[in-house]
């Protein structure tokens, strides 16, 4: 997996959910939206303080957790 620069996880912040560096938005908000039809055109223009390159990153995020292997 390569290194996640705009992805944070802090305790005090969010509960601690992985967040967009800098923001109070999670990567479960944008993945929910975007599994619920919403485009990447209109999560940026509900959330305009995002970048494109931010939704990418949660994207790959979430694919990553998902494949995670407990052992």
Known sequence: ???L???T???DIMGGKPCIKGLRVTVGTIIGLL???QTTQ????MYP????EDIMEALAYA?????????
């Open 9 to 11: 996880l802090n305790p």
């Open 63 to 71: 694919a990553w957790r998902s494949s995670e292997v407990e052992v």
């Open 42 to 45: 209109g999560v940026l223009k």
């Open 1 to 3: 997996m390569k290194n």
């Open 35 to 37: 599994a619920s039809g």
């Open 5 to 7: 620069n705009r992805i």
């Open 49 to 52: 303080y995002l970048q494109h």
